[in-house]
């Protein structure tokens, strides 16, 4: 029996800043607009899944380019195949089976690296907002790590973050994780949907 191991990845928030350490991140939030409390964190998704892009993509050019060439240079003949014809086929084959295999690989990790990439810049975005805006430590841990609000933080930091990064320059990076994140977070919608298509053109529309 065939087993297919592969990572599922998940959020955990970290445990709560210190006073000196709210002090230290509300002195350097002040003095740089674009400071980031997390700008240590270097991981991507392009980062992380940098060898299967890059894979697939020269599957997908192998098969297509292929597919080109056969229909540039031969003339389909039934039953008949030439020599440089089965070439142009085993590129074509070989490459829509490197890019199948390396989306698959990352249809089972991506979407869960999405959502964990997605949780942790919103949570430390959402940090900030709230490091601003509150005048002590206090005040701060009350709303911050309180458990009366959205993930410990108020509603209104979650919604600023939101929009932060819906502002952020358009990426192949920012792309793919929000593809991804989407795929998590309603992957059952799709298959409902397709398998509500799939009854409907079976018993309704014979």
């Not at 959020?11 to 607009?33: C, G, H, V, W």
């Not at 894979?55 to 003339?75: P, Q, R, T, V």
């Not at 991506?110 to 959502?115: D, E, I, K, L, V």
């Not at 790590?145 to 959205?150: E, F, Q, T």
Request: charged share 20%.
């Amino acid at each position: 029996m065939t087993v297919i191991r592969y990572r599922r990845y998940s959020f955990k928030e970290p445990a709560p800043i210190t006073n000196d350490q709210f002090l230290y991140l509300k002195r350097q939030i002040a003095s740089s607009a674009g400071f980031e409390i997390d700008g240590d964190f270097k991981t991507t998704f392009t980062s992380q899944y940098k060898k299967n892009i890059r894979w697939f993509l020269i599957g997908i050019l192998a098969c297509i380019g292929s597919i080109i060439m056969y229909k540039a240079f031969f003339d389909f003949v039934p039953g008949h195949f030439a020599w440089p014809e089965y070439i142009v086929a085993i590129f074509i084959v070989a490459g829509g089976a490197i890019a199948l295999f390396m989306l698959m690989q990352m249809l089972l990790e991506g979407p869960s690296m999405a959502t964990f990439l997605t949780e942790r810049k919103l949570y430390f975005v959402r940090m900030k907002h709230a490091i601003r805006h509150y005048p002590d430590y206090p005040a701060f841990y009350a709303s911050f790590y309180g458990n009366n609000n959205v993930s410990g933080s108020n509603a209104s930091f979650r919604k600023e973050a939101l929009r932060e990064q819906e502002q952020a320059p358009l990426s192949l990076d920012r792309f793919l994780t929000r593809i991804f994140y989407l795929i998590d977070r309603h992957l059952w919608k799709v298959v409902l949907a397709v398998a509500a298509i799939i009854l409907i053109r079976k018993y309704f529309l014979k």
